[in-house]
């Protein structure tokens, strides 16, 4: 299943103080960690940790030094307690375009050697430079969405309050892709629902171009659009809380 693209739409529901919504089209990359320098190989428009139309860097994840991910990963997994021997661990997340990107939410998908998923692990980033991985165990299940729920530590919004829950629905990437994240308030009102939904398509230098000139300069318009949603929350009276720094741990089991 792996390299791949997704093809979709990223949609945000504000259901409160103000209603406010919005959509986007955007394109997701599932690399596997163990794969990427054949991808880079095989494909003239990818690149791993070098310069390309399209690249991946070890830096901009996990401890964000260009370590390998994958004994990270491995580290993760130790400390919440995951026995099971790690096979393939793919990443969902939008890549580097001409060298720039920004990742609000990055997702890796971690299986053991049969294949089968044993932990999702979240990786969450703000605007201010800052980084927090949330590390769910998953128990053995058939087709059904994977459900929990988290408490939030790590700042994202500053129209948004830390007193927070997030309640995620996903299914691991296959033919489609299916995200849902509500935050609930501190009186467990649902304040924001925020979806990905997507379309898989094999990645090869043709699909590459395609989302090139399909989603121009992506990545800048993530970060553009943040801002501009923000400007339009400011203007409908939503209360700017200011920024909250990061937890004094990085990750949250």
Known sequence: MTPALYHGIVRHIRHQPVRHRFAYRVFSCLLDLDELPATDCRLNLFSYNRFGLFSFFDRDHGKRDGSALRPWIETLMSQKGVQ????????????????????????????D??????????????????????????????????????????????????????????RPPGDDLSIL???????????????????????TDKSLIAAFFRYPLMTLKVVAAIHWEAFHLWRKGVRFLGYSAPPPKDVSF
């Not at 969902?92 to 609000?104: A, K, Y």
């Not at 998953?138 to 500053?158: C, E, G, L, Y």
């Open 113 to 170: 050697l049969a294949g089968s998923l044993i932990a999702i692990v979240y990786e969450v980033k703000n605007t201010f430079g800052d980084q927090h991985c949330y590390v769910h165990a998953v128990a053995r299940q058939a087709n059904a969405p994977i459900t929990h729920t988290r408490d939030k530590v790590f700042f994202v919004s500053p129209f948004i309050d830390m007193k927070a829950q997030y309640r995620f629905r996903v």
């Open 181 to 203: 994240i509500r935050e609930l308030d501190g009186q467990a009102q649902e304040l924001l629902t925020a979806t990905l939904v997507g379309q898989r398509e094999a990645m």
């Open 84 to 111: 099971a021997s790690i096979g393939a661990i793919h990443i969902l997340c939008f890549p580097r375009i001409l060298g720039f990107v920004f990742n609000p939410l990055s997702i890796f998908w971690v299986h």
